[in-house]
């Protein structure tokens, strides 16, 4: 783990925690991560190999938002190859209060240079045509409200068509792109899985986040 921090020049802490399965040990690091009072509030995971993996995440990620701390779960793909990104595109559901922190992340990736010209595109669906002024009103505030420069665009998904589908089609040339999550019901793990892997197909890069804090959603006056 130095190893790889110092070949990347980060400057970070290795922690190694034995425990006799997955879900206790990532619970276990969770609750005793920090140094002195400075504690850890937000987990990342990166993208598993099998499915099974990925639904004991989701377990981790309920039992970790009772404790106030956010998860992030991470499908990244040849972002060093590049010497300049284009687009960072955040998907936009207003449901999970989790726009704010993907808002957040978005822009202090924006902020690192390699990354400052890319385009911030702000994304929501609608059911409904005329719902569609409505919801461009509520992302025009809303990238008021940040203050960041970004753009927002609305989708009217009149027919029905499938979402994956959808984001697929819009954000498959993004170089990355942000969802929000949400806590499926124990014992629902794996279908919620199936729906992840389903929606970060065909994309290049996929941020995955939930937003636990005390303050979601409230960092923003215009989540719904």
């Given at each position: 783990?130095?190893?790889?921090?110092?070949?990347?020049?980060?400057?970070?802490?290795?922690?190694?925690?034995?425990?006799?399965?997955?879900?206790?040990?990532?619970?276990?690091?969770?609750?005793?991560?920090?140094?002195?009072?400075?504690?850890?509030?937000?987990?990342?995971?990166?993208?598993?190999?099998?499915?099974?993996?990925?639904?004991?995440?989701?377990?981790?990620?309920?039992?970790?938002?009772?404790?106030?701390?956010?998860?992030?779960?991470?499908?990244?793909?040849?972002?060093?190859?590049?010497?300049?990104?284009?687009?960072?595109?955040?998907?936009?559901?207003?449901?999970?209060?989790?726009?704010?922190?993907?808002?957040?992340?978005?822009?202090?990736?924006?902020?690192?240079?390699?990354?400052?010209?890319?385009?911030?595109?702000?994304?929501?669906?609608?059911?409904?045509?005329?719902?569609?002024?409505?919801?461009?009103?509520?992302?025009?505030?809303?990238?008021?409200?940040?203050?960041?420069?970004?753009?927002?665009?609305?989708?009217?998904?009149?027919?029905?068509?499938?979402?994956?589908?959808?984001?697929?089609?819009?954000?498959?040339?993004?170089?990355?792109?942000?969802?929000?999550?949400?806590?499926?019901?124990?014992?629902?793990?794996?279908?919620?899985?199936?729906?992840?892997?389903?929606?970060?197909?065909?994309?290049?890069?996929?941020?995955?986040?939930?937003?636990?804090?005390?303050?979601?959603?409230e960092l923003l006056n215009t989540e719904k």
């Open positions: 783990m130095r190893d790889v921090l110092a070949r990347n020049h980060v400057s970070a802490f290795c922690e190694v925690n034995v425990a006799p399965e997955f879900v206790i040990g990532a619970i276990d690091v969770t609750q005793n991560n920090g140094v002195g009072s400075l504690r850890s509030n937000t987990v990342m995971f990166g993208w598993p190999n099998d499915d099974v993996k990925l639904d004991l995440m989701l377990m981790v990620m309920r039992t970790i938002a009772g404790i106030g701390k956010s998860t992030i779960i991470t499908k990244l793909s040849d972002l060093k190859n590049r010497e300049v990104y284009r687009r960072i595109d955040v998907w936009w559901g207003g449901m999970e209060n989790n726009g704010d922190l993907m808002l957040l992340f978005a822009h202090l990736l924006h902020m690192n240079p390699v990354w400052n010209e890319a385009e911030i595109v702000l994304r929501s669906i609608v059911d409904d045509p005329s719902k569609k002024k409505e919801a461009e009103t509520g992302l025009a505030e809303t990238i008021k409200a940040v203050r960041i420069k970004a753009r927002g665009e609305v989708i009217v998904n009149e027919s029905g068509a499938d979402i994956a589908g959808i984001i697929k089609e819009t954000s498959g040339d993004a170089d990355i792109t942000f969802m929000g999550l949400m806590i499926p019901e124990s014992g629902h793990e794996h279908q919620y899985s199936k729906k992840l892997i389903e929606l970060s197909e065909g994309l290049q890069s996929v941020v995955f986040v939930r937003n636990a804090s005390e303050f979601s959603g």
